[in-house]
């Protein structure tokens, strides 16, 4: 009787102090702000990917091109909510950096 109830008080204390621990924030994952961010350099396709998408049926070429430019939408769509967020949380800080009356 006394293990069940050890076992139900100490394994939701584990799972909360496990989970502060993995999901500490850090400097490295939010960089200062102004900080030039490094990003490396694009590099070409794979050759053996290209290879094995010219092997593929013309069906199956025209689905993933389709899935491609869906992605790619979907991709400037985020770019876009993105800079729209990156602009109000400028403007906020902007305004918590002004004198208050």
Known sequence: MIGVVIAA??????????????????SVMVPEPG???????????????????ASLPGDTRSELMRSLERMDGDLAALRTEVERMREQVRKSSRGADAPRR
Not at 9 to 23: G, H, I, K, Q, T
Not at 42 to 47: C, K, L, N, V, Y
Request: glycine fraction near 6%; charge should be positive; aromatic fraction near 6%.
């Open 9 to 26: 008080v100490a394994l939701p204390a584990w799972y909360v102090v496990s989970r502060r621990r993995r999901l500490q924030v850090t």
């Open 35 to 53: 900080t030039p961010v490094r990003m490396s350099p694009p590099r070409g396709p794979d050759p053996a990917v290209v290879e094995g998408v």
